[in-house]
């Protein structure tokens, strides 16, 4: 029997193709430097090491969510942000996220049924929305994801949208008491779209990022949506209502192109599960999925050519 993340990795493969030395999603995207700096506000909320106040060093890779490296930037995609950020004692600590509101399964087994039926038949490349419509009657709970999927403008910028961290994860305090929230990362520059006839170019959004980051840095706030008592905490297709309280806990100020990592050997990783003390995983069975799927991801792309 197939290992499940060597199953998880395999129906990425069968989407996007099998690009060596690239990711199996998020293949095309572009590492930034990045100070953290949490607000005064963060450290009543976590204890955690990087949410005390200090700026600490950090590294933000923007991407498209395709597994295919050379995928247009105008394609209608989800994009996602990972931010990796160096510890004061030292170690590090990631965040993961999209810029959908909520991922499209709860588990890991739906994942790879859902998959199975978005496949574009080999023969003609068309997709079976017989077999699409059959999985979202089934799973109601992926209509959500689907549809921000399917009308998501295509952005004008990394550094305009609005990303989302999905899982809740348990914030505790330096006292002991804990709250469970959601992260959200959302742009001092605003969020902002292009139209569909626009003319731009395959990397259109790599290119516009150098530019901007040529005129400053550009800034983005990590907010917590806090969970009151009754909001699922380890269900990722979960849409929590309207009105949560949300605390601004840190700026990231994304500063320039980063080419200090990935080179030479260097492996990058972003993996959720790499959380700092005073930050805990539920039992969403996607978060505990992830950390092995990006590993056997990492394996292949690493692997010396055959
Ligand atoms: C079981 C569900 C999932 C599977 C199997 C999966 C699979 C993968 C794989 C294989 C990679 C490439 C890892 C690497 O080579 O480093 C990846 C990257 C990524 N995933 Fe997922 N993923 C899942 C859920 C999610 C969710 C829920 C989010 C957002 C909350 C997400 C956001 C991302 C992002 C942003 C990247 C790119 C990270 C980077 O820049 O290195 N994924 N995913």
């Known amino acids: 029997m ?6 998880l990795v395999d129906a990425l493969n069968s989407m996007y193709g099998t690009h060596p030395g690239h990711r199996a999603a998020h293949a095309k995207g572009v590492l930034c430097a ?38 247009p930037d105008g394609a209608r995609d989800a994009r996602g942000v990972a931010i990796k ?35 574009p038949d080999p023969s003609t490349g068309e997709i079976d929305m017989e077999k699409v419509g059959a999985f979202l009657a089934a799973h109601p709970e992926t209509v959500p994801a689907v549809t921000a999927a399917i009308t998501a403008p295509r952005p004008e910028s990394y550094t305009r949208l609005a990303y989302h961290g999905i899982h809740a994860f348990r914030f505790v305090a330096a006292d002991g008491s804990a709250r469970h929230a959601r992260w959200h990362l959302v742009p001092d520059d605003g969020e902002s779209a292009i139209g569909d006839d626009e003319d731009v170019g395959p990397d259109y959004l790599r290119q516009e990022l150098a530019d901007r980051l040529a005129k400053g840095p550009a800034v983005l706030d990590l907010e917590l949506e806090l969970a009151e008592a009754d909001d699922p905490v380890d269900d990722p297709t979960a849409v929590w209502p309207d009105g949560r309280t949300r605390a601004r806990i840190a700026r990231v100020e994304v500063t320039g192109l980063a080419f200090d ?4 050997g260097d492996v990058l990783v972003f993996d959720p599960t790499r959380v700092a003390d005073g930050i805990e995983l539920t039992a969403d069975p996607i978060l505990r ?18």
């Open 85 to 119: 950020t160096y510890l004061p004692g030292g170690g590090t600590t990631d965040i993961v996220g999209l810029t959908l509101p909520t991922f499209f399964v709860r588990t890991p087994e739906d994942l790879l049924a859902f998959n199975a039926a978005r496949r």
């Open 289 to 306: 999925a992830r950390s092995d799927a990006y590993r056997v991801s990492v394996a292949r792309r690493t692997a010396a050519p055959s």
């Open 2 to 7: 197939v290992d499940l993340s060597d199953r």
């Open 34 to 71: 990045a100070t953290f700096t949490a607000t005064p506000g963060a450290a009543v909320l976590c204890r955690a090491p990087h949410l005390q106040g200090a700026p600490l060093r950090a590294h933000v890779r923007f991407s498209n969510g395709s597994g295919d490296p050379t995928a």
């Open 261 to 264: 990592r990935e080179r030479d």
